[in-house]
């Protein structure tokens, strides 16, 4: 019989070998393929199929919406060097789901295409914070919250709002840097916002967030905004 140790350096030598003739069309094929979207801005992303070979290597992008027989070119990312590609514009119903696919050539070869798994904005697209912006009154705050923009835009190219689309809850908490507390101020569907009662010679900022009640998601925080009260 065959000493274990030889019949494990044969079974290397079989694995390296099948890997070395792997063939092209199979090695080069574009690897973690899937849609990024904030605010539907929507960013198609790609890793190389072989890390080996992204240097000289162009890729090639198609989409299509779910339930179309054709692919369609991205003119803009046809034989692109770039590892993404806005389809932005080509996926600007929220509601519909669509697909990407990247194929890789390099060297006169050619991969095979990756598809996306199917990709609905509306239920995907990750929000960024509100803007923030605050007015001393006195001892008050008046605080205005705003969505962020979207690619869209209504008939009169105005771009159309976040609340278009979803239910949103503005959260609003206030912190007092003298005591370095943090409190919640506002939760509800407002977009402005009066914070009362704060306390002479003492300085706060304003900090808020996004909350989807549908999808039990929320956005990132804002930027604090700050203010001494006289």
């Keep these: 019989t065959m000493p274990k140790h030889c019949f494990l350096g044969l079974l290397i030598m079989l694995l390296t070998t099948a890997t070395e003739t792997q063939p092209a069309h199979v090695s080069l094929k574009p690897q973690k393929v899937q849609f990024q979207s904030r605010n539907f801005h929507n960013i198609l992303h790609w890793q190389p199929g072989n890390s080996l070979t992204s240097n000289g290597s162009v890729y090639f992008v198609q989409y299509k919406t779910y339930g179309q027989g054709q692919w369609k070119d991205k003119n803009d990312c046809w034989g692109t060097t770039a590892l993404f590609c806005d389809l932005t514009k080509e996926t600007l119903d929220p509601y519909e789901p669509y697909y990407g696919r990247v194929m890789m050539a390099w060297a006169g070869s050619y991969s095979e295409w990756t598809r996306t798994p199917r990709f609905t904005p509306w239920w995907e697209t990750k929000l960024d914070p509100p803007v923030v912006t605050i007015t001393r009154v006195n001892a008050s705050l008046r605080v205005r919250l705003r969505p962020p923009e979207l690619p869209h835009r209504n008939q009169t190219g105005k771009n159309t709002s976040m609340e278009n ?60 905004r700050c203010v001494q009260i006289p």
């Design 165 to 224: 689309y979803y239910n949103l809850v503005y959260r609003v908490s206030i912190i007092n840097n003298s005591l370095e507390k943090e409190q919640k101020a506002y939760e509800g569907t407002q977009r402005a916002v009066e914070i009362q009662g704060l306390t002479p010679h003492c300085s706060y900022c304003v900090v808020a967030e996004m909350y989807q009640p549908m999808f039990d998601r929320r956005s990132p925080r804002s930027k604090e």
